[in-house]
């Protein structure tokens, strides 16, 4: 289980995908407990969860326009878990955006370490640069 999980060519990948790669050579009784108990432990494994809290946002344009006046899309993918949420919004000016953002996404979501953008203009507006300082509580 030790070699599988800490393989130096393709290591670390959680307790599923050690599960299955195990299962072809072998099994025994509790062995998914034990890889998910074991890979809870790993202290890179952990580590890593630690440092990869970011998100990628991205807006898609143009869409059908919806009976609620939206043409677009905010999108956002946690980068570790892949968890993505997508936001339809009216226009992608920077307004709409960092409200959305805040509102639909941080508050719900919880604050990413870093965020990681196509450096659209609505992305690095003065309003999204200071909303993202306060977020990170540096004034």
């Known amino acids: 289980m030790k070699q599988y999980h800490k393989s130096s060519i393709d290591g670390h990948q959680g307790a599923k995908r050690t599960l ?9 009784p509790n062995m998914r407990e ?6 809870k432990t790993c202290d890179s494994c952990q580590q890593n969860k630690l440092t990869q809290r970011k998100c990628s946002v991205d807006i898609v344009v143009p869409m059908p326009e919806t009976e609620g006046g939206n043409r677009y ?10 968890f993505t ?29 870093s965020i990681v953008t196509d450096q659209g203009s609505n992305f690095m507006s003065e309003m999204m640069k200071f909303t993202c300082k306060l977020l990170r509580g540096k004034n």
């Open 73 to 82: 899309m905010l999108t956002c993918q946690d980068a570790l878990s892949k």
């Open 85 to 113: 949420v997508a936001k339809p919004i009216p226009s992608q000016d920077e307004e709409t955006v960092t409200k959305t953002f805040v509102e639909e996404i941080v508050l719900r979501y919880k604050i990413q370490h």
């Open 34 to 39: 034990d890889i998910e108990r074991y890979t």
């Open 20 to 28: 299955e790669r195990l299962r072809s050579y072998c099994q025994w």
